[in-house]
């Protein structure tokens, strides 16, 4: 089984910025998905941003609005760029994968990191 671990989270300012990482304990081009996952308590998960793998080819949730980005930063190293973030983003961030090409396109990724929080305040 994989292992994800995430870090970068923390507090920000409305309008500043974080970098979230996640570290893969298998190379990452081993996966066919890789994506950032985000849930508030009593609300449903979200899907923030995936990524395939081998294409590159990337999709962010609809209230990501242009502000992050996802890339790969290593072999083993996932990234989210958060910018101009908003109090709305406050919530637990994952880190997630899978092998299965189905997978990404729905959403449904089988591996998670144990998270890490983003709080926005004033």
């Known amino acids: 089984q994989a292992q994800l671990v995430e870090s970068g989270g923390g507090s920000a300012q409305p309008g500043g910025s974080l970098r979230l990482s996640c570290a893969s304990s298998?190379?990452?081009?081993?996966?066919?998905?890789m994506g950032w996952f985000r849930q508030i308590p009593g609300k449903e998960r979200e899907g923030v941003a995936r990524?395939?793998?081998?294409?590159?080819?990337v999709t962010y949730g609809d209230f990501v609005k242009g502000r992050f980005t996802i890339t790969r930063d290593g072999e083993k190293t996932l990234s989210l760029q958060m910018n101009n973030l908003e109090v709305e983003d406050t919530a637990m961030y994952y880190c997630?994968?899978?092998?299965?090409?189905?997978?990404?396109?729905?959403?449904?990724?089988?591996?998670w990191g144990q998270g890490t929080q983003v709080s926005v305040s004033s």
């Open positions: 298998r190379y990452i081009y081993g996966y066919w998905c």
């Open positions: 997630a994968a899978d092998d299965m090409m189905r997978a990404c396109e729905t959403w449904n990724l089988s591996y």
């Open positions: 990524i395939q793998i081998r294409g590159n080819e």
